[in-house]
């Protein structure tokens, strides 16, 4: 017997127990009233216990629907991505940049620009330098790429945050492990599809090593 039946069949016979008991005490005349009180107390008590239920499952089909939602228009938004060439990526990136609160941001725009293709300041004053690698959704950023960008964002822009972003699928496990221990913030497509759609790119920093990069330099303006 399921658990839910069983619980029923006890409420059930507590209540007959509980009416046999009141009948005896107070004789049959009032027992009617009494059971019609019991009766109306453990309908109400199942109707609002299956209205619950009921709200709670409502809730979570929503909560599921809401996410599929959000992935769809993700990918959405990734497929328009997609159609940009490379250049109109770059600036797409610096667009999300000023979006979220990024100051005195410039695209290159070219090549040899030694890994910059986008640089600003965040709201605090940190130096921002991004890597944009505009990939095919299959492909996966190799550990030579990431190997040029740890060379160039600190040494040669000083950089005190330093962005890979791509619209490839990922990072190898070797380019991710050198993400993390050079502190540059990996953001493959998934990522990307987040920040796209309103992810703030504070969220993205912690994602790697500390993720923050350095303390901002003394002097430095914040605007």
């Not at 007959?16 to 004789?27: C, D, E, F, M, P």
């Not at 629907?65 to 990526?89: C, K, N, Y």
């Not at 770059?90 to 090549?111: H, I, M, N």
């Amino acid at each position: 017997m399921k658990k839910r039946t069983r619980r029923r069949l006890q409420v059930w016979g507590a209540v007959a127990v509980s009416v046999v008991l009141v009948g005896s005490a107070v004789g049959r005349a009032a027992v009617w009233p009494v059971l019609a009180a019991v009766l109306g107390t453990v309908l109400v008590g199942g109707a609002a216990a299956g209205i619950w239920r009921a709200h709670r499952l409502a809730v979570a089909r929503d909560r599921q629907w809401r996410a599929q939602e959000e992935a769809r228009a993700r990918e959405l938004t990734m497929a328009e991505v997609d159609a940009l060439s490379w250049q109109d990526f770059e600036v797409y990136v610096a667009d999300l940049c000023r979006r979220d609160g990024c100051t005195q941001v410039v695209v290159s725009g070219k090549s040899g620009d030694l890994g910059a293709d986008v640089v600003g300041h965040l709201a605090d004053g940190r130096k921002l330098v991004v890597q944009c690698k505009k990939y095919a959704p299959h492909r996966s950023v190799s550990s030579q790429d990431m190997q040029k960008f740890v060379g160039t964002a600190r040494l040669e822009h000083g950089a005190d945050v330093a962005l890979f972003v791509t619209t490839g699928r990922t990072f190898t496990k070797a380019a991710l492990g050198l993400a993390v221990r050079q502190d540059i913030v990996a953001v493959h497509r998934d990522l990307l599809g987040a920040w796209a759609k309103g992810a703030r790119l504070e969220t993205l920093l912690p994602l790697n090593g500390r993720g923050g990069g350095a303390v901002p330099r003394s002097g430095r303006s914040s605007a």
